[in-house]
């Protein structure tokens, strides 16, 4: 016996087709690979605003430390090496102080002075 399979449209490219499986959903394997790359695309982009100065800032922390635990820093050396304030990911709790501190993964940093920051690895 043979099963009707009615025809289907491809979300990606708009064409009518026959499927082959009853789960087949796409025009063809490129279609499917198109539209999921388009779709994760366009999350990405709508996620740059926040994600690209987050990982500006974690690549900036990892070359200010190096291999060091901890450093103190000038607030413009920070800026000037294009370090945002406006962003981190979570606050940290420093178990030294138990106060909360802005972090930027396994980062966190405070204000030592008016002028000088204290950049933690929390590694």
Do not use: W
Not at 4 to 18: A, L, N, Q, T
Not at 91 to 111: E, G, M, V
Request: proline letters at 3%; a positive charge.
């Amino acid at each position: 016996m043979k099963i009707s399979i009615e025809k289907r449209i491809c979300p990606y490219s708009g064409v009518e087709f026959v499927p082959k499986r009853t789960n087949q959903v796409f025009l063809n394997s490129e279609c499917r690979i198109a539209y999921n790359n388009r779709k994760h695309n366009e999350k990405r982009k709508h996620l740059a605003f926040i994600n690209k100065p987050l990982l500006q800032n974690n690549n900036i922390l990892i070359q200010i430390l190096g291999e060091k635990k901890e450093v103190i820093v000038h607030k413009e050396f920070l800026r000037g090496a294009g370090f945002s304030f406006s962003v981190f990911t979570n606050f940290q709790k420093d178990p030294n102080t138990n106060k909360l501190y802005y972090s930027i993964y396994n980062f966190y940093y405070f204000k030592v002075d008016n002028d000088h920051y204290k950049i933690v690895n929390n590694g």
